[in-house]
């Protein structure tokens, strides 16, 4: 079992920069992807950016170009730096890992494995 323990996030002006972490408490073939995912509220659960064991990167249409997700192999990280954020960026964030195509990479159905969530405020 893959447990996932969220950290950073808080309150940020807008146009600033706040940075997420994520470590996994162990590396298995149980997963081959970290994701970022995003849920304000009454809104659906949406992915935000997803990197793959073999290092493929993807994100969101409104993320690019202000969002950069990157890993620590050897920790067993993933994080995610948030630059030029906006109001719209509010929301809860989690992180999660599972067994993904990355044609389904934004799909939360296909991860098994989530945090606990941390909220990240955009004033």
């Known amino acids: 079992h893959v447990q996932l323990v969220e950290s950073g996030g808080g309150s940020v002006q807008a146009g600033g920069s706040q940075r997420l972490s994520c470590a996994a408490s162990v590396f298995t073939a149980n997963y081959n992807c970290m994701a970022w995912f995003r849920q304000a509220p009454g809104q659906e659960r949406e992915g935000v950016a997803a990197?793959?064991?073999?290092?493929?990167?993807y994100y969101a249409d409104s993320v690019k170009g202000r969002f950069i997700i990157s890993r620590d192999i050897a920790k067993n990280t993933v994080s995610l730096q948030m630059n030029s954020l906006k109001p719209e960026d509010t929301a809860m964030y989690y992180c999660a890992a599972g067994l993904v195509s990355s044609r389904d990479w934004a799909v939360p159905a296909e991860y098994n494995y989530w945090g606990q969530g941390t909220q990240v405020t955009v004033s």
């Open positions: 990197i793959f064991h073999g290092g493929s990167r």
